[in-house]
């Protein structure tokens, strides 16, 4: 069995890669319906819509042609590389609506940005 170092993973927006990123959270999930019926034993349920999202933190940098790409409101296409890009790795891939890119800083930090990306097509499982 397998396992990978978070730092393996790549983001790219519009195949292009986003530098400085610091971590990310992925969720995939579908809806259900419930169809029991009178003599079930237990509930069954049907799945029905589909949806997925990403949120991403990373270091702001104004000349990271990957952070560039990050426009609200845009429809983009989200790559996401979990353990890498190396051939035979497995990756997501879908477009979204990028609905948030969030920048903050503190005196004492680095100048921080956030995203945030809703699925608007179905997600694909794919291998490099």
């Known amino acids: 069995m397998a396992n990978h170092l978070g730092r393996e993973g790549s983001l790219q927006i519009s195949a292009t890669t986003v530098g400085e990123l610091r971590n990310y959270a992925f969720a995939h999930s579908f809806d259900t319906v419930e169809d029991t019926t009178l003599g079930d034993t237990y509930r069954t349920r049907k799945a029905t819509l589909g949806t997925w999202n990403l ?74």
């Not at 702001?60 to 409101?73: M, S």
């Open 55 to 128: 949120n991403a933190d990373l270091f702001w940098d104004e000349v990271n042609n990957g952070q560039i790409a990050i426009t609200v409101g845009q429809t983009v296409t989200v790559a996401l590389y979990p353990e890498g890009t190396a051939a035979s790795s497995r990756y997501y891939t879908g477009s979204g609506v990028v609905t948030k890119f969030d920048i903050s800083a503190a005196f004492d930090g680095m100048v921080e940005g956030s995203i945030s990306v809703e699925g608007a097509s179905v997600l694909q499982s794919l291998t490099v």
